[in-house]
Antibody, heavy 115, light 107 residues
Framework: EVQLVESGGGLVQPGRSLKLSCAASGFTFSNYYMAWVRQAPKKGLEWVATISTSGSRTYYPDSVKGRFTISRDNAKSSLYLQMNSLKSEDTATYYC????????WGQGVMVTVSS | DIQMTQSPSSMSVSLGDTVTITCRASQDVGIYVNWFQQKPGKSPRRMIYRATNLADGVPSRFSGSRSGSDYSLTISSLESEDVADYHCLQYDEYPNTFGAGTKLELK
């Protein structure tokens, strides 16, 4: 059974940093692209980042480019999202998801950016 | 960036209805459109992939179709468990983009 479990969320002040983790199990992690998607409270879904199987290629929307970094550790079956220079508009539930097509999702982790 | 214009934003429905939700892509995205269902407090669940394919475990009353740049999700004979939010996604090109979502509510 595919499982994705996010961690690392919480309350953080504007301008500070936070790193999210996603532990994957139930599939061969190194064979799949992975992604992060977020959802602000009462809002729609927004794609945040995608990483290739080896980690050599990463993709971001303009809204987070230069501030967020997606990475992975295939030996640990883990995905990460380093978020720097956080803004109030980054407040959201963050989901990790498998594949570009987002076929499986984690349960999500809440990030609140507020002073 | 490719815009996915989703309509309607909300819909009042009755059990047994046939419901159709549409996303219009601003550029050609081919077959690379997925549909997701999301219930309150839950993660999205993929329902349709590559525009017309039913994901594993999804009831056959759900279907996806494409006409040009219009992509549709249809739910036949709506059941109570289908009342949820629905989102489309294009993943043909980065940045991947979602529609704004459709909220189904019971009359």
């Amino acid at each position: 059974e595919v499982q994705l479990v996010e961690s690392g969320g919480g309350l953080v002040q504007p301008g500070r940093s936070l790193k999210l983790s996603c532990a994957a199990s139930g599939f061969t992690f190194s064979n799949y692209y992975m992604a992060w998607v977020r959802q602000a409270p009462k809002k729609g879904l927004e794609w945040v980042a995608t990483i290739s199987t080896s980690g050599s290629r990463t993709y971001y929307p303009d809204s987070v480019k230069g501030r967020f970094t997606i990475s992975r550790d295939n030996a640990k079956s883990s995905l990460y999202l380093q978020m720097n220079s956080l803004k109030s508009e980054d407040t959201a539930t963050y989901y990790c998801a498998r594949e570009v097509a987002l076929d499986y999702w984690g349960q999500g982790v809440m990030v609140t950016v507020s002073s | 960036d490719i815009q996915m214009t989703q309509s309607p934003s909300s819909m009042s429905v009755s059990l047994g209805d046939t419901v159709t939700i549409t996303c219009r892509a601003s550029q050609d995205v081919g077959i690379y459109v997925n549909w997701f269902q999301q219930k309150p407090g839950k993660s999205p669940r993929r329902m349709i992939y590559r525009a017309t394919n039913l994901a594993d475990g999804v009831p056959s009353r759900f279907s996806g179709s494409r006409s040009g740049s219009d992509y549709s999700l249809t739910i036949s004979s709506l059941e109570s468990e289908d009342v949820a939010d629905y989102h489309c996604l294009q993943y043909d090109e980065y940045p991947n983009t979602f529609g704004a979502g459709t909220k189904l509510e019971l009359k």
